[in-house]
């Protein structure tokens, strides 16, 4: 009976995170690789493998060019491996490129041009942000959004938005020149801006007015129980279901708010990590495979539209992970082209080498990190 029971148990885990997580990860990986995949076969770079996850492959087969496409089974990224690739992370080194034939020098990665390196590394964190404005433009065009006004019902007693002035009834117009169209808009403004003072403008008795008011900072559950922390003026909108819209918006304009909302993303992952640096902010909403696993669980429950916006927030979150200039990352590749680009030659395999050695461990420690932060936030320790 026990074993029947843990069966039972194991099956909700894998229809809960597993299944959710591995789509999501994989759509995402799967367009990062892609992008290195054909801008590469564009230059005319040979490509050996692309693969979904490390290690032993599950499947695969191979194609009239000669790439083995293979799933593997560690899902925990993928790689585009080329003819001339000493290892899975694309390092490749003179003593390879050297021992092909002519012929092969000639469709290998290093026998390119500097321009066509640079922009087979950079493709594959710019399709992680082609594919979340694809999705973005997807959901705001084929599902729209629901919205109500910016309108104050009520003031919580003491709150910041109390002692800034606000009353019941106002209506928010803007915040710091930005022109705010709904209140899901506003909370999302006020909640990236704890402990910094907004301009409002606001409508109030047919006249406008200009309140200024600082979020507060406070820890909030939400409905799956997480703790974040955010910034809060202490105002609610009570609006009746005759208050709220669906608004489906054609493809441009679906197009360019998701423009703006893969904008958005990345500078708030900007501004959390320049927080973090200059102490304004902890750490630990760092995350890693494991947050990613539950956090995919517990949005798969609301819906499959949800888990698609969150596949576009984590293609965001890699794409700019993989631009930062860490050896070992595509950031890291580009950083070493601008400097073969400013000395006008690469720079020595030996120096290269200690570059990956050391994003290697930065890389590593990062993990820890996060799997550490993933470990206390489901209080495995």
């Given at each position: 009976m026990?074993?029947i029971f843990?069966?039972?148990g194991?099956?909700?885990t ?10 999501v990860?994989t ?6 690789e892609?992008g ?11 490509v050996?493998?692309?693969?979904i996850?490390?290690g032993?492959e599950?499947?695969?087969?191979t ?17 585009v ?18 021992q ?37 433009t ?19 007693p003491?709150?910041?938005a109390?002692?800034?002035g606000f009353?019941?009834?106002d ?13 899901g ?8 801006s704890?402990?910094?003072?907004l301009?409002?403008v606001?409508?109030?008795g ?6 200024t ?6 820890e909030?559950t939400?409905?799956?129980g ?10 609610q909108?009570?609006a009746s279901?005759?208050?709220w819209?669906?608004k ?11 423009v703006?909302?893969t904008?958005?993303v990345?500078?708030?992952s ?12 902890a750490a630990?909403?760092?995350g890693?495979p ?7 669980g ?6 499959f539209i949800?888990?698609?916006n969150?596949a ?10 993989n ?25 020595s395999?030996?120096?290269?080498e200690?570059g ?17 932060n993933?470990?206390?936030h489901?209080?495995?320790l």
């Amino acid at each position: 009976m026990d074993t029947i029971f843990q069966l039972a148990g194991f099956g909700d885990t894998l229809l809960r995170y597993i299944i959710p997580f591995l789509f999501v990860l994989t759509v995402v990986v799967f367009f990062h690789e892609l992008g290195h995949f054909l801008v590469a076969r564009w230059c005319g770079v040979a490509v050996k493998t692309f693969s979904i996850g490390f290690g032993p492959e599950i499947f695969g087969f191979t194609d009239r060019k000669g790439t083995r496409w293979r799933l593997s089974w560690i899902p925990l990224g993928g790689y585009v491996k080329f003819i001339d690739d000493e290892n899975v992370a694309s390092a490749g080194g003179r003593k390879a490129f050297e021992q092909l034939p002519p012929e092969q020098k000639a469709r290998s990665f290093q026998g390119k041009s500097l321009a066509q390196r640079a922009a087979i590394v950079a493709a594959g964190p710019l399709a992680n942000f082609l594919l979340a404005i694809a999705i973005f433009t997807a959901i705001f065009t084929l599902f729209g959004e629901r919205t109500t006004d910016a309108k104050v019902d009520v003031v919580n007693p003491g709150s910041a938005a109390e002692r800034a002035g606000f009353l019941s009834g106002d209506r928010i117009i803007s915040i710091d020149g930005e022109a705010i169209v709904n209140f899901g808009q506003m909370q999302r403004l006020v909640g990236t801006s704890p402990d910094r003072p907004l301009v409002f403008v606001v409508e109030r008795g047919g006249k406008t007015i200009e309140i200024t008011a600082t979020p507060e900072r406070k820890e909030i559950t939400d409905r799956f129980g997480n703790t974040v922390r955010l910034g809060l003026l202490g105002i609610q909108r009570n609006a009746s279901p005759d208050d709220w819209t669906l608004k489906r918006h054609d493809p441009f304009t679906a197009f360019v708010m998701a423009v703006k909302e893969t904008y958005f993303v990345i500078s708030r992952s900007l501004a959390y990590l320049y927080d973090v640096i200059v102490g304004r902010e902890a750490a630990d909403q760092l995350g890693g495979p494991i947050r990613i696993a539950q956090v995919s669980g517990q949005v798969a429950t609301a819906g499959f539209i949800a888990l698609l916006n969150l596949a576009a927030i984590i293609s965001v979150s890699i794409g700019l992970i993989n631009l930062f200039p860490i050896p070992m990352l595509d950031g890291g590749h580009l950083l070493f082209y601008g400097i073969e680009a400013i000395r006008g030659r690469p720079l020595s395999e030996y120096t290269q080498e200690i570059g990956f050695r050391i994003g290697l461990a930065f890389v590593l420690m990062l993990m820890v990190f996060a799997t550490w932060n993933d470990l206390i936030h489901l209080k495995f320790l």
